[in-house]
């Protein structure tokens, strides 16, 4: 008998209709002989219903409130699911953070979870009932309702699979799996069975939305076997495990693209210590996320600084950055959100030297310019101009071997 | 400076625009000096959605769960005018029944409070902070939620004030407080500005559904002054309040109608000690509410039992009552649900003889006939025909002198 955590997202509880066919499945695991724990999101467009009412009555609704607000979402999705299980006789109990209670620190609206308390949840699965809990929420110390970030239930789910010490965290989603790339873009991705943790980390940092980040890192630390499979059929699925050491790994496993980013360069900075710190300490005083960093070095004592932010920081790092160059006595600040970042993932780049110069030469041919390079053990990302993205990750995708078989070959 | 319970019902609340304007006026409470701490309902509609949710996935939803679901709506509308209130400058916190805790007893969808716990909510008014509380719900010892009825926030306001040893209870609801009669029906009714708690729960429990009757009960209990008044203007409002001793009260202060029940009458009962406990105790084992009861002594050692009960029952009844009529031989069954009971309600009967005879020749002057009398020491009620309703309530009103002078005069 295996305990299985099964974590299903709002579009595959949409509907009433979506909601019985989810219990079905729920009963059916059960019935196969395990024990299943069962964490909703809230049904899709409940979320941004209940924004919208915030927002008609404030700007900047309080985060303490805004989180009680957005927690009603799961609470209904778990007591509706409740209420379909037993429907169809499948005994089930709903619990909400505060019952349970699952614990996490002080901060509102991207809380991280730092206790899952299982003594509710073992008494009832071991009465044989199907406890179904309210993803993306918890208590903090003062026992106010926090919420994880969007995504969180996947990181509810994964922190529920490591307290129960389940055999298995099933994410169910609109999706059959991870996808070599983004089957819109790139019409030849091939489906995955099998990923590791890390490259799953970078792919989902990247702007794969298989699966909120944490829930991987979580997964991850506690070794967590994750299965991403669709609630509307089929029979595909993409296991997220650890690296075996016999595993044979491609050179690179996914192609990705992030549109998120925008870039900002400081002409004409003194090349003198301590201006990188000068430069970035305001945007980190202000909680803004700097990504790739590039200093290039010019003539006359001067170099030009550059860096890429999430775009929607762009307007509020402006001045801050220009208030620094102006001290620093730069030349210039020039911005630009017209750039992608496309990226090659793989965990076997770690034994394969050359992946880099591979992917630049396919990019070369195609005539696209390379503004910036970041690499990690696994990763290798360019930062183009964003009209060459879905081009970039087309011609990535057949040069690193990734395409699938054209149909009668 | 006094502490005020303000409670407000779904119709003050329907929108994002009733909401700032509710928060306005908590805001001006507040402002004037006094402690403030509110209770809501759910926004209009809200509760009749989560229903048909419930209803979608199953006829009989485990009350459990249903009772989870519904709690969802008070704590959206919790959220909300907290978020409403800081949004004008007025400090709040939303606060739902595991926060507090709000203990009930076990009876799910028609909970009753066994305790509030105070100190959280003195804390936020000590501080300052308008505290917001979820109304209509509350916790079992399991610590499952449970909920108090409709209308059940008009007790959790209750309830609430009593635990804080609150000055005054406010109940905002779509009208602007208790009238001699149903302005509908009675266009002559006039507003009352004052009424006692016998009265109130004479009314409210004869179909005058200004306040959940439970709510008046408890007012009544631990003497919680008690406003009722209009979140949609107007400076009009009744009090609740204990008879005082130079209270100088109308005989009759008001007259209502209650269409929800129906009548059953067992016709050639035999006579015999016992029958009414035999014929009574099915329906009672089956949960339902005997109202009236009359037995007609009639001749040859029989007699005809007649009773009323919420027509809404009449189908699980009638079954129950039809097979104790064979067993004890009477001759038939007959039920009536063209039927509705009007009544007289005034403190001043206690102390007034012949007010039965002056309703009695009032309505016999309208021809209209009387099925079945009950009184207490504060109302007489008469079961008449049902179609002759709205002219037995206005003569009644007449004739008790409760119609507002005509104007101009």
Sequence with gaps: MALIVQKFGGSSLATPEHIIRVANMIAATRNGGNMVAVVVSAMSGETDRLIGLAKALSLAPPEREYDALLATGEQVSAALMAIALESI???????????????????????????????????????????????????????????????????????????????????????????????DICPRARHLDKITYEEMLELAGLGAKVLQIRSVELAQKYEVPLLVRSSFGGTRSTWIVKEEKDMESAVVNGITIDRSEAKMSIIGVPDRPGIAYRILSPLADAGINVDMIIQNVGSAGQTDFT?????????????????????????????????????????????????????????????????????????????????????????????????????GK
């Excluded at 965290?169 to 070599?180: K, Q, S």
């Excluded at 920081?313 to 630009?336: F, G, H, N, W």
């Excluded at 390379?370 to 990690?376: P, R, V």
């Excluded at 696994?378 to 995708?397: F, P, Q």
Aim: charged letters at 25%; glycine letters at 8%; a negative charge.
């Design 89 to 183: 006789g499948c005994p089930a109990r709903s619990f909400n953070a505060l019952q349970l209670p699952l614990r996490t620190d002080d901060s509102h609206t991207k809380a991280r979870i730092l206790q899952v308390e299982t003594k509710l949840l073992l008494e009832t699965l071991e009465a044989g009932i199907v406890p179904v809990v309210t993803g993306f929420q918890g208590i903090n110390a003062a026992g106010e309702i926090t919420t994880l970030g969007r995504g969180g239930s996947d990181t509810s789910a994964v922190a529920l699979a490591m307290a129960l010490k389940a055999d298995l965290c099933e994410i169910y989603t609109d999706v059959d799996g991870v996808y070599t790339a983004d089957p």
């Design 307 to 407: 860096f890429t932010l999430p775009k929607a920081d762009l307007d509020k790092a402006l001045p801050l950055v220009q208030q620094v160059a102006r001290e620093i006595k730069a030349a210039d600040v020039r911005t630009d959100d017209c750039i992608v970042k496309v990226s090659a993932v793989g965990i076997g780049m770690k034994n394969h030297p050359g992946v880099a110069a591979r992917m630049f030469k396919a990019l070369a041919d195609e005539n696209i310019n390379i503004q910036m390079i970041s690499t990690s053990e696994i990763r290798i990302s360019c930062v183009i101009d964003s009209k060459y993205g879905e081009l970039a990750v087309r011609t990535l995708h057949s040069a690193f071997g990734l395409d699938k078989p054209e149909k």
